[in-house]
């Protein structure tokens, strides 16, 4: 299991490096340059700034610094936020959006799950489809809609909760994480309705039945594991998912973490935040399908050991 | 079934179009998204107002007789405009869902049905690009390269397509090694006769069924890309567009944010609820009993 | 006295499509330490008749309509959800017919097998851990599973076939119930593994005096085991009576129609092979396929086909029988060129056929054909009968828009099929109908060389009886050579004139049929013609007794 969970993080170090390769180009490739935006600019000042930035050097060798640099961690200064670099920047929106993305994920597992395999318990009665036309009404509802309704009512008519901000005051997390997890609770309610179904139809099931167990033992026991493989697969898109949501959900409310600053930085072609942090995006989605793929085979017993066999 | 004449005999299709047409949240999203394709082609002869018609003594007006779903602040009909932007949002889904749809079955097909190291390499590269962020990617073109729609067409499909490729090729590896494609071999029929006879005919249920679910996500991304303001810019519009702008005045009126988003959730429902009745009309273990 | 009374049981099922009178009006009764056997064919309700009784049918469809069944005078459908795990963790236990899917295989075979003792519904008898392991690894011993203290720990996929099915014996007594129902539980396994299962659960029977109800569509897997026998047909009871009583003196119809259908004893026709010209020349044939997983040097390849010579004249029927994995089935689509061969070579009139392009192979295509197992796969779904046969007599040029019409009349005729058919679809057909248009569509091109892949083992015994007499006189029609593989040893000593045995890719035996039925050389071909069961209870008794 060890060697190959290190195997496949070695497979994901040449797709780390096109994504970083990729990346650097496309920017490069940008037409206008970093401060064309800005008006007016004396050339003199330009020239300077480029030197600051290392925009005077052959393209190849700005990319082969810039790749030292990444490899070391560092993804050097912000272009517009003057005298702050990229890693601070990073730092400073991380724990955020983690806390966010954390508690997103919490009521997209719980709510979606419970829901899920409710539904499934019970096929096509009142505890199948009310739960079933709540998750198609939680994905034909784009966080992006949710939340601004989920404030005008919430903040706005009834006057329950704070509207933005993140841990300022007490409950401003509370709509942000519901906004954010409702549309994969309603993704993993139907994922583990499906998964769930599919088990409970299995031979195994009816022999576990035969056994005299009692209804519980034989949900919890014998289907959930294999009725909640395709949730354990599906987290690692989850997360990516979760990641381009906060974009929206941090614009909706406010919140100073990644998202946010990466949209900002899309406005202000603060090209080398982009650059930074796309890597960096990158590298976290990256890891975290690894981490789901890796879940999902060692839940399966025959895969597992397959595993274990090739080593 | 006994009967002694010819029996017309039912198809599958037949037997999956009875049994959608038994489904009544399907018809209903079949019947609702029929609506919108002919309201979306016929917008520029049955808006009631004309697109860029502004009328600022009309501004941000609640619903009324006159203008049905209000106006927004410049005085323009929120109807009108939410035609026009539902044909920006419907032509994207359908054309980057096509642009999805051909890739992936090409990858899919040619891969399931050659399989061996052909097959090992290809999936791999899907396995591979399934794990890159592309909504970051996206992103990241429309900023380099300004907000073009032609691209958002071309960058949404490219990320699509990955998941088609996936169902295809299962589809096809299952059915290559089906016994009527054997005998369909030992009676030496060409590869191409195969695919043609054998093999496309089968595939595409399942096909129709994820492209009709496709046709929502991908609406999906656009109207979250144009929320952004990263999508679909002025003075084109699309739903997204139409949300984005309700938020920053939802206060006021709210109107401004909720028809557009209905407009969008109700589309995305006809399409889930006609992909699913799909689904289980098309499903071949439903359709023995 | 009677362990179990059955009285009047109804269970029909509420489909889309209307009532299905799934089981109606069973009665029966089984007395403890007794063998009843339910047979019957796909349909006939005997498997619904038997999981009513444990209430595990999916309701809804399944509604029970009326009866009782009382065990120890307690009625069972009427009983409430507790009482009913009273029942399954005490007295009544199932062993299903597919060992496969049957067992969690996300769970260790030892935490199945101890989980009746350690959920057990009465306080009193729940069992620690512990005590439950040591338990169920005597009984994994008794069962005859080697080093059963580390199996313990085992998942379900480390287990061949029949070891899963000892496993799941183990799982059904280790609660020690009074009643066992076993349904099919051997028909997933191959002939050899058969014959050790039911030893096995005969003696694990007569040890602890249990009542069994032994579920089969095949008359001779209960011969020898049976004491009573039910004889079901379409929901009902056809027969009920003394096994020597159903098999010697039946005056029922449908039970002798049954046993009629079972293939028994020599060929009925003569061998037609007139002279010694080979037809098919085979020839140091290997077939491997790459093994991903393989570790070392000897299990990167399988190699299913291993060196095979045998030739086969003009006119014979032989007959390739193996067990699952033997590599007859490969052998066979070796031969016609649909698997790639490693190496070795196929003649066919004296033509090399190996190393042949697609196009080359074309003309040769329209003399050989196949039959294949799964009529339900055979086919495609999306043509009609009429697209099915039209397909080989067009793009062999064998047939003109204005001919076609006629011929593939003549074709249904061939197959016994009614001409008013041709324009459905094959979903439309039972099992037995389309294996006929399968078969129409081999014969379509009027080839001169058949191979049949089991086509029989996917259906029931009187539709086998029926396709396998159309084989035979389709053979006589049009003077065909054919190669019949089957894991079926009376099946192919009825209609074979000659036998090739294969095991693990290589001919371990062949021979003339009836010469080697009467004097095998091999110990596998021993093994294999001792482990046919017969439906003929008194030669059974006694052979089981001798193990």
Redesign the interface.
Known sequence: MYRFALGRLAQ?IP?LLM?ITV?FF??H???GGPFSADKAVPPEVIKALEEQYNLNQPIWQQYLSYLGDVIQGDFGPSFKYSGRNVNELIAAGLPITAELAFYAMLVALSVGIFAGVGAAMRPNTAQDYIPMTGA??G????S??LG??L??VFG?YLDWLPVSGWGDIPGDKILPSITLGTGYAAYIARLSRGGMLEVLS???I?????????EP?III??AL??GLIPVVAFL??AF??L??GS??VE??FQIPGLGRF??QA??N?DYTL?LGM?IF??TL??LF??LSDMLAIW????LR??IK??N | MNSIETDKGSSLWKDAWIKLSKNRLALLGLGLLVILIVTSLLTPFIAPYGYEAQNLDMGATAPSLQHWLGTDIFGRDMLTRIMYGGRVSLMVGFIATAVALVIGILWGATAGFFGGRLDAIMMRIVDVLYALPFMIFIILLMVVFGRNILLLFFAIGAVEWLTMARIVRSQVMALRNQEFVEAASSLGLSQWTIIRRHIIPNTLGPVIVYTTLTIPSVMLLEAFLSFLGLGIQPPQSSWGLLINYGVETMEEYPWLLIFPGLALSLTLFALNFLGDGLRDALDPRTSKD | MAILEVDGLKVYFHTRNGVVKAVDDVSFSVDSGETLAIVGESGSGKSVTCYSLLDLLPKPPAKIEGGTALFNGKDLLTCTADEMRHHRCNDIAVIFQDPMTSLNPFLTIGEQLIEPLIYHPDKSKIETRSRAKEKAVKLLDEVGIIDPHTRFNCYPHEFSGGMRQRVMIAMALITEPKLLICDEPTTALDVTIQAQILELIKKLQETRNVAVIFISHDLGVVAGIADKIIVMCEGTIRETGVTDAVFYHSTNDYTKKLLDAIPEGAKVLPSRVTSNEPLVEVSNLKTFFKNESGKNDDDRYIKAVNNVSLTIPRGEILGLVGESGSGKSTLGRSILQLAPTTQGSVKFEGKTLTGLSSSELFPWRRKMQMIFQDPYASLNPRMTVFETLSEPLLYHKLATKKTIASQIKQLMDDVGLSQGQLKKYPHEFSGGQRQRIAIGRAIATKPEFIIADEPVSALDVTIQAQILDLILDLVERHNLTMMFISHDLSVVRYICDRVVIMQHGVVVEEGDTEMLWANPQQLYTKDLLAAIPLADPISERSRIAEA
């Open positions: 994901a797709v994504v990346t496309l920017i490739s940008a037409p198609m009404i994905i034909c509802m784009p992006f809609l601004p309704l404030v005008l706005i299995q031979d195994y009816r022999t576990a039945r035969a056994k005299g167990l009692r033992i026991k014998h594991r294999g690692g898109p990516a998912g990641l381009s974009f929206v614009t909706i990466y949209v899309a406005f072609r982009i796309t995006l990158s989605i990256i399908n690894l839940l399966n017993p025959k050991q397959e066999g090739a």
